[in-house]
């Protein structure tokens, strides 16, 4: 099946800084997701972004999907930001559930 | 407000017992998932449901049932045969064309005792 790695696995930021993280896929998608995971556990869908670039406020994400990676861009962290950033693409076209990497961990400092 | 909820927060499990994690949304969406979270791990897909009276077997169904007898609920049941099954679970559902995305429950964390 498909494989989704993403770099780095952990990351501590001062607030104010700029980060960007990275999801590495090996087989071509129609559908990419990145979530975020606050402490607490729940999981909140960032971005729907099969290619291109999409911006939300303080966050933009990037798929190229002919070289298989897509990035998602932080700015001006805030320690509201701490958590695991994971993404996620279908294993194959025969179903529409996520495989998901093992994630990003952020600590935002204060 | 529309959402998907999940009951209990909280979960003890003795050995040998079944036990039942509820799913219920109001999104009016067909589409819905179970995954199962291990600590400093992604998720990994237990079941899932494309429509009512339907569902198919993720990666990880061993040791786990389901049943989708209406729209808005899709229970997961732990059963005795799951030997680790101390976790965190989370299920999903999903819309369809512009209503397309992954809503995401708050989850149960289980615990074996």
């Known amino acids: 099946g498909i494989q989704v790695e993403q770099s780095p696995p952990d990351l501590i930021l001062q607030e104010g800084a700029n980060s960007t993280l990275r999801c590495n896929f090996s087989d071509s998608v129609n559908n990419l997701q990145w979530f975020h995971q606050n402490p607490w556990g729940q999981l909140i869908n960032l971005f729907y972004i099969p290619s291109g670039t999409k911006q939300n406020g303080r966050l933009s994400a990037t798929t190229v999907a002919t070289e298989r990676y897509s990035l998602l861009y932080i700015s001006s962290s805030q320690t509201t930001d701490s958590g695991v950033y994971f993404c996620?693409?279908?294993?194959?076209?025969?179903?529409?559930?996520?495989?998901f990497g093992s994630g990003t961990r952020l600590q935002v400092q204060p | 407000d529309g959402g998907i909820t999940q009951s209990p927060k909280y979960l003890f499990r003795k050995e040998g017992q079944n036990v039942t994690l509820s799913c219920e949304q109001n999104l009016n969406h067909d589409a819905m998932y179970w995954y199962r979270q291990d600590p400093g791990q992604g998720l990994r897909l237990i079941y899932y449901s494309q429509i009512v009276n339907d569902f198919q077997k993720g990666d990880i169904a061993e040791g786990y049932s389901v049943s989708r007898e209406k729209k808005e609920s899709f229970p997961l049941t732990v059963t005795s045969a799951q030997k680790n099954p101390t976790a965190f679970y989370l299920c999903a559902s999903v819309g369809q064309g512009r209503d397309y995305g992954y809503t995401f429950g708050s989850g149960t964390r289980l615990t074996v005792v």
């Open positions: 996620a693409v279908p294993p194959d076209t025969g179903r529409r559930a996520l495989t």
